[in-house]
C-alpha cells in the first residue's frame, strides 16, 4: 500500500459497487465531502477564489438521487480506501502479494500459467489460473503481449509533474484536509492536494510549447 493520495473522489457508481461488498459504510466513514477547489496566488494569501463544486452540478443537471442513493461523489483517497480493501480481500481469503510482478504467462483451453518474482527476494513462482486480468495500467505489458490495440485521439496534450513531499504545512491547510488548492501565476500553475498534516502533493500543470522535463524539478528548486 502507498501513503500517496493518487485517485481521491469516489464516483456513486463505486459507491454502488461497495454496498454490494458490504463496504458501503466503512468506506463512508474513511472518507468525507467530495474535494472542492480553491484558487489562491500562494498557499498562504488569504484571498481565494471556490470554483463550483462537480457534485452539487450533477445534482442540479442529472438529479442522481432520482437513480441511486448515493451522494454524487465522496472524497476518499487511496491512502485510506486501500487498507479496507486489503483487510476486506484477506478476511475473504485472497492471497495478496506486494512487490510482485508478473514475469511470463501462457493460456491453453483450460487455464493460464503465469510466472511471477519477488523484487524483494528474486524468487520466482508459478501460478495457475482461470483467469489473468490486465489491471496494469495505461502501458498495459500484458496487452501489448496479446497485441490488444487501443484506439482512440491518442495522448492528451496536458503534461503533468508529481512532486510528493513532507512538510509541517497544518497551519496552511487547516480546514482544506480533503480539498484542492489551485495556485495560478503567470510562471507556473499547480495543485496543492493534502494527503494529512505532514505529508502532501503538488500537481505541476506544464505548458507542452515550453518543452521542460521532470528533470528540470530538482530537490532544491521543489524546496524553494
Known sequence: MSWYPRARNLNFRSLEVFRGLRLEEQVIAAGSHVSRIFGKKTLASPEQQEFPAVDEAT?????????????PSWYCPQSRLEPLLLAAARQRGVDVRYNTELVSFTQDGRRVTATIRNRSTGASSVIYADYLAACDGAHSHIR???AVRTEGLGELDEHYIFVYFRADWGELIRGYEADAILIDQSEF????????VDRGMLLIQEDSAKERSAQTYTTERCRN
Do not use: K, M, S
Open 59 to 71: 445534482r442540479i443537471v442529472l438529479h442522481p438521487e432520482i437513480v441511486t442513493p448515493e451522494p
Open 144 to 146: 501489448d503481449a496479446l
Open 189 to 196: 500553475r499547480g495543485f496543492f492536494l493534502i494527503t494529512d
